[in-house]
């Protein structure tokens, strides 16, 4: 089998597609067959989401006699790609929700605290608690921050009340906005749909909601009584450009108007009146469903170590890494991983799933005094949700390019129901074998 041939099998047994329900099992991968290396190295990981969590247990399996202490302050675990489903009324809260120990391997050290301060220069992470932890390797993956305060007028405590909806904030509060969502699919209106202007985790999320609220709106009222409005923050729907027109042409099939450079910028709940930045200024419109994303930052500890870019997502502080191994530019002893890894594409579980073997490779290198040779080349995929029961599989990577698992099966760009099997279905068990290191 060569090394494409390779690559294509495992991403199909990631996504899950298979026959009798069996392509659940993930690829099994190196991982499962290397021999362990004895070390005593101190590796110190930030954030056991799945970034953190699927490293942490890749390396239990790697490595005997290493000193792994991995760092989180929450006790659940969330799977945040079923949090649009919760948010069309289609899975319930408690579908993204587990435990965090639940997923810690035997032989390491979890803390359930945040990372206060990180000194790069003498190799040591603060936590909130008062510890502090000396490492040889530091792995960063705390995830990103929802700023929230950064649109005038808002808070979480508005959602589900007023038309007011945010899914990305958290179970509840994607349970809530099925609340508002829902009641203007029964009385019809006007909804708006937005993304924020700066880097996001999952940008193909503002078009599923779009798309399965107008779906579901569409069966329940009928077409034409609702008026669907999105918001895109730039010139084009999607930042892959044959996606973007593939989106554009089902918003015209589907009377979706889009308002290309809206960026969301205050909203008055109770006028029900969403402000805009735009090209020409502000301009404001009236909303009946209104769906808030808001801007997107790396933790504020990250941008206080002088782990951030100094010359590029300055407002943002997303870590400076090789955007093909993940390792620190100016701290070779330091990844980044997932959302906070300041990479041109990169922020869904399908990146993280390519993501944590680069750095595994790089890192188990280092500890023998070699250099890695994996490399991430941007990969990442979304199942994009256009109605119920109907998605597009998109698959690309840093420069744009397609890159399709299935060739021959599954067209990227053609809604089918196979791909909303992937996404409803098949995509959290794979998910959590991931978790496990498995996959």
Not at 395 to 416: C, M, Q, R, T
Request: include cysteine; hydrophobic fraction near 45%.
């Amino acid at each position: 089998m060569t090394r494409d041939n390779t690559i294509h099998a495992s991403r199909r047994g990631f996504l899950g597609l298979g026959l009798g329900g069996l392509a659940l099992a993930a690829a099994v991968g190196p991982t499962q067959a290397a021999e362990k290396l004895a070390t005593k190295a101190r590796i110190v990981i930030i954030g056991a989401g799945a970034a953190g969590t699927s490293l942490v247990n890749r390396l239990v399996a790697r490595l005997e006699g290493a000193e792994i202490t991995i760092l989180d302050p929450s006790a659940e675990h969330l799977y945040q790609p079923g949090l649009s489903l919760v948010a069309a009324g289609l899975k319930p809260a408690y579908y993204t929700q587990s435990k965090t120990a639940e997923w810690m391997p035997d032989g390491i050290t979890l803390i359930t605290e945040a990372a206060a301060a990180i000194d790069p220069i003498v190799k040591t992470v603060s936590t909130t608690g008062g510890q502090t932890l000396s490492y040889d390797f530091l792995v960063v993956a705390p995830g990103l921050v929802l700023d929230h305060g950064a649109i005038e007028g808002f808070s979480l405590d508005m959602v589900g009340t007023n038309g007011i909806g945010a899914l990305y904030a958290g179970p509840q509060y994607a349970a809530k906005t099925w609340q508002a969502a829902s009641k203007f699919i029964e009385e019809g209106g006007v909804g708006l749909f937005t993304r924020p202007g700066t880097e996001m985790k999952c940008a193909g999320a503002p078009l599923k909601h779009t798309f399965l609220i107008e779906d579901i709106a569409s069966r329940t009222l009928g077409k034409g009584k609702h008026e669907m409005h999105y918001a895109a923050h730039d010139n084009a729907l999607f930042g892959v450009p044959i996606v973007s027109e593939k989106v554009r042409m089902l918003f015209e099939d589907r009377s979706i108007t889009p308002h290309y450079s809206h960026v969301l910028k205050a909203v008055d709940a109770g006028r029900k009146i969403a402000t805009f930045a735009t090209p020409d200024g502000d301009q404001e419109q009236g909303y009946d469903y209104l769906h808030v994303i808001p801007p997107q930052r790396a933790p504020e500890v990250i941008r206080q170590s002088g782990l951030s870019w100094a010359d590029k997502w300055t407002d943002q502080g997303w870590v400076e890494v090789d955007m093909k191994t993940l390792r620190h530019l100016r701290y070779p002893d330091i990844f980044a991983l997932g959302d906070v890894a300041g990479v041109p594409k990169g922020k869904t579980a399908a990146s993280v799933k390519w993501q944590v073997p680069v750095v595994e490779d790089h890192l188990i290198a280092a500890i023998e005094g070699k250099e890695g040779t994996a490399v991430y080349d941007g990969y990442t995929s979304c199942p994009l949700i256009t109605r119920v029961g109907r998605a597009m599989l998109v698959e690309f990577d840093y420069h744009n390019n397609l890159k399709p698992s299935f060739l021959g099966v599954i067209a990227p760009l053609e809604e089918l129901w196979v791909s909303w099997l992937m996404k409803e279905v098949a995509l959290k068990a794979t998910y959590n074998a991931m978790l496990r290191g498995k996959a």
